[in-house]
């Protein structure tokens, strides 16, 4: 028993200042590093046989025990860590007292964190009766921790060698900003069509190719979309001179497709802001009109946020761009079909437009005054209606130059075809969408124009009937025989469908009288040739012959044409229009030897056997017309038919004319490959 006292006189002593006993007790804070911190709850006191063993197992203690065993030679030092209100260390419960303070805050931090460690000699447990101490987790936790905290981060700055310095490896851009930067999706159109131009348009002598032309840039303004290469955290890096030219290119391609849909979304976003929610348009028009006149815009404006979101995305990871083509491959797949709805009502929309302008006054005032706003850079009003077919054509060009600089073989190429062959896709349904959409338009009117009169009423309006092609000629009239010395014709105007033929002749302006018609596959033509063409007269004739017309009877027509350049499509239209020989004015080309021309100017067709022209695109010719008309086939997608001469210039340069092709060739190559996988996984 006096043993038992005389010890607890020693831990009384040892407390400075001693606890008022008449304060209520509270529990002993204690510092634990395998738990969270937390409080817990005041263990209680062990039974008295484990602390009479532990007392006589231990030597006796020291006059001032301490809190923290004192480190042992050659011991561990350990990190400390932020000490919790209450828990154990290793196992042990810690006490602090008032004078627990933190060590000076001169004492060097390798000096403090030395305090505690893990291999510790355990210290004798105090009596059972001691009256536990204050609870200093409240004025001691917020120094002590605050304190350990900066022990722990001095220890990393110091054990983690410190790295050298490094470029940044990702682009960190501020992407809205860049979007405010960049400039309406117009005007981004313009510049790439005149930059194409500029580098088809390569004068006779000069053997430069794509790449001598890619490499002379236009020089940077402020109506130009940024360039990858000018990008400061690419500027800084040092990478240009790391990577070749042709990779440079690559990520060129990949990383305009980035900057043309912030473009394209800026301008989306003026049409919606300014024009379709503006309340001034609003009032002028009624709601079927408004629908039919900005479709699915709002929908469209979505998709290209969420596409433009994941280009960024790919974009920040690195400052080398690995690729981008399996998002566009996604997008078209899962997003783009939008496209499909909005295009399949251009056709209604132009005709909504063009009425409004003319009938309604009040909605032709609104839209000028908005169009004269800075806003919208005063472009006009139809040029943001268009920019979705725009922009569905403008990807698949982006993919093709992509796929041009990408290695063959290569995983690359194969996502890089993947999502050509889906964005075509969407193209020709687009396009197919607009033809049926057009076609239906197209014998609506013409059925409203016919009249059949004496003869028995045909319907026009068929599912699968489309106009071919139509026009006035002269017919020889039938009191006039083909060796009378004088000839004598009359008009008429022919409708030719793929699967009838009308003959009528104009009443009026917009009225047509049926005077005979006949199934398309009962109609024969033939070319008027030789010494009897010259001498009677009939240099541009062609003989048609009705096997059976509406009464049953075989009947010849013979008609001609305006221009040599009528006659030959008159004839081509026909499947069997004779083997007879081209005039020598028009000239006829070899498929491996055909010139190119380049388009620099919008054509749209006004024939069904015409071809409707973007500008940059090419195309083979075919045949030439002394008219200037040209026969031809695109060279991105095959097309056929005619156009003007005027709106295309040729392509002089054998370089160049090279070129294109080599690179058609490297399209139709991947796009040949990927059709064969899928057809070989999806099996016969």
Not at 93 to 107: A, E, M, W
Not at 117 to 132: D, E, F, G
Not at 535 to 564: I, Y
Request: with cysteine.
């Amino acid at each position: 028993e006096d043993e038992e006292e005389e010890e607890e006189d020693i831990y009384e002593t040892s407390l400075d200042p001693a606890p008022n006993l008449e304060q209520e007790a509270k529990p002993i804070p204690i510092i634990c590093v395998t738990k969270p911190p937390r409080r817990s709850q005041e263990k209680p006191a062990l039974p008295s046989s484990s602390s009479s063993s532990v007392e006589q197992e231990d030597p006796p203690p020291p006059a001032v025990p301490p809190r923290v065993p004192l480190l042992p030679t050659g011991a561990r030092q350990l990190r400390p860590t932020s000490v919790p209100a209450g828990g154990r260390l290793c196992g042990l419960p810690v006490s602090l007292g008032p004078n627990d303070r933190p060590p000076n805050k001169t004492t060097p931090p390798l000096a403090r964190k030395t305090q505690i460690y893990h291999h510790c000699r355990q210290p004798p447990l105090p009596p059972t009766h001691r009256m536990p101490p204050r609870d200093l987790s409240q004025d001691a936790d917020d120094e002590i921790g605050s304190d350990w905290e900066k022990v722990e981060h001095d220890e990393e700055e110091e054990e983690q060698p410190r790295p050298p310095p490094t470029l940044p490896r990702t682009m960190s851009i501020d992407w809205e900003k860049r979007l405010q930067e960049e400039p309406f999706y117009q005007t981004y159109r313009a510049t790439v069509i005149s930059k194409e131009i500029r580098r088809q348009t390569v004068c006779r002598n000069i053997s430069k190719t794509s790449q001598d032309f890619s490499a002379e840039r236009l020089s940077m303004g402020p109506n130009q979309s940024s360039l990858w290469q000018d990008m400061p955290s690419v500027r800084d890096s040092g990478m240009l001179g790391q990577v070749t030219p042709e990779e440079c290119k690559r990520q060129e391609s990949m990383f305009e497709v980035l900057t043309s849909e912030a473009s394209y979304l800026r301008s989306l976003r003026v049409l919606t802001s300014h024009f379709m929610e503006s309340r001034e348009l609003d009032e002028t028009l009624i709601i079927r009109e408004k629908k039919t006149l900005f479709s699915n815009i709002q929908k469209v404006s979505e998709i290209s946020e969420r596409f433009l979101k994941d280009l960024e995305e790919e974009v920040d990871r690195s400052l080398l761009i690995n690729d981008i083509c399996h998002i566009i491959h996604y997008h078209a797949q899962h997003n783009f079909n939008v496209y499909i709805d909005y295009v399949r009502n251009q056709i209604y929309q132009e005709k909504t437009y063009s009425a409004l302008m003319q009938k309604n006054s009040q909605f032709a005032t609104v839209i000028a005054r908005l169009q004269e706003s800075p806003q919208c850079q005063r472009l006009p009003f139809m040029s943001f209606l268009l920019l979705p077919f725009q922009r569905i054509t403008r990807i698949k060009m982006l993919i093709e130059n992509i796929l041009k600089r990408t290695e063959e073989g290569t995983e690359k190429e194969r996502t890089a075809s993947k999502a050509l062959a889906s964005v075509s896709k969407i193209i020709e349904e687009c396009n197919s969408e607009v033809g049926k959409m057009k076609q239906t338009e197209e014998l609506i009117h013409i059925a409203q124009t016919l009249e059949f009169d004496k003869l028995k009423a045909v319907p026009i309006i068929c599912k699968n009937r489309y106009l071919e092609k139509r026009g006035e000629l002269q017919e020889l009239v039938r009191g006039s025989t083909l060796f009378s010395l004088r000839l004598r014709f009359s008009p008429v105007y022919l409708f030719l469908f793929n699967d009838l033929m009308l003959i009528t002749s104009k009443k009026s302006a917009e009225r047509y009288v049926v005077i005979d018609h006949a199934h398309r596959s009962l109609v024969q033509a033939q070319q008027y040739t030789g010494d009897l063409a010259t001498t009677q007269g009939l240099e541009l004739c062609f003989s048609l012959t009705l096997l059976e017309n509406h009464q049953g009877k075989m009947m010849e027509h013979v008609f001609k044409a305006p221009t040599q350049s009528d006659l030959d499509r008159w004839m081509a239209v026909f499947p069997n229009p004779g083997e007879a020989e081209k005039p020598e004015e028009e000239t006829v080309y070899e498929d491996w030897d055909c010139p190119q021309v380049q388009c620099i100017e919008q054509y749209v067709a006004q024939q069904a056997d015409e071809l409707s022209l973007e500008p940059t695109d090419i195309v083979n010719i075919l045949r030439k017309t002394n008219e200037g008309w040209y026969e031809g086939s695109t060279l991105s997608d095959g097309r056929k038919g005619w156009f003007p001469g005027k709106v295309v210039l040729e392509i002089t340069n054998e370089h160049v004319r090279r070129r294109n092709l080599r690179e058609r060739f490297r399209v139709m190559q991947a796009a040949t490959q990927i059709t064969t996988t899928l057809k070989s996984k999806t099996g016969p």
